[in-house]
């Protein structure tokens, strides 16, 4: 009953420690990241009673996600509620910055194509976005808080894409398409904007250049052309690359 896409926990932990980190959160902003992680938890047991995890996984343990997703709701709304009524306006406001997202992830969940490109980066955005609202009720200058979901939504895109290309490129019995040459394009053109963003004095450098340490590893994977079955190995290299990133954002924006 737990997500078993390992790199969500990611998506999720990163941007919510950073905003913790950033500000100095208080009730709002904790209750924020239960209603959060919350809904967050509430991803498989919906697919489980959807039937995406197939027919007997649906009847043999439909009741049991039924009701943790009855409690993980209460949860989500009780605690997302009495956090958004804490929080301060502009907090409330920036909610609807990962709401957006989410709303728009819905219906590829419910027509089962949240492993498309486009569903995986929606879940990628809409993750990084809940930096936004939890910042902002921890204390944290909307301006920076928004860069720190930049920082983390180009991050988690970047892997994503390059992971799909890596994948596209084993699969034998059908062309790559472009992906294998958009992803690396893309980690470069990520690096050369963050180069770009450090040199300018109306940016923090060190926030701009956050991004570099994933888009690098990302970028590395990609042009050595890895076998799919390295994929765990570039797994926990993009989380040390996004220990890098969560430092110099912490640095960078205080």
């Given amino acids: ?31 924020l990241v239960l209603a959060i992680v919350a809904v967050f938890l509430l991803h498989e047991p919906l697919m489980v009673l959807i039937g995406a995890r197939g027919g007997r996984a649906k009847r043999e343990a439909g009741s049991t ?7 993980l709701t209460v949860v989500a709304l009780a605690a997302g509620g009495a ?8 907090a409330r406001a920036t909610a609807l910055i990962p709401l957006i997202f989410g709303a728009l992830l819905v219906p590829l969940i419910f027509s089962r194509r949240e492993k498309t490109a486009a569903g995986e980066l929606l879940v990628a955005w809409s993750l990084s976005t809940t930096l936004v609202p939890v910042a902002v009720a921890a204390g944290v200058q909307p301006e920076a808080a928004l860069t720190a979901a930049g920082v983390w939504a180009i991050a988690f895109s970047l892997s994503t894409l390059t992971v799909r290309a890596i994948i596209a490129r084993a699969k034998k019995r059908q062309p790559s398409g472009l992906m294998p040459v958009i992803a690396p394009s893309l980690c470069a053109a990520a690096i050369a904007l963050a180069l770009y963003l450090a040199a300018r004095d109306d940016f923090p450098a060190l926030a701009a250049i956050a991004v570099v340490p994933t888009a690098l590893v990302a970028l590395a994977f990609g042009l050595l052309r890895v076998h799919p079955r390295n994929l765990r190995r570039m797994g926990w290299s993009l989380v040390a690359s996004n220990l890098a990133v969560l430092a110099a954002l912490l640095i960078g924006l205080r």
């Fill in 65 to 71: 996600a039924r009701r943790r997703a009855a409690i």
């Fill in 83 to 90: 956090g958004l009524w804490l929080a301060p306006p502009m």
């Fill in 1 to 31: 009953m737990f997500p078993r896409e390992h790199g969500a926990y990611a998506q999720i932990g990163f941007p919510l420690v950073t905003a913790l980190a950033l500000g100095r959160p208080g009730p709002s902003a904790v209750l």
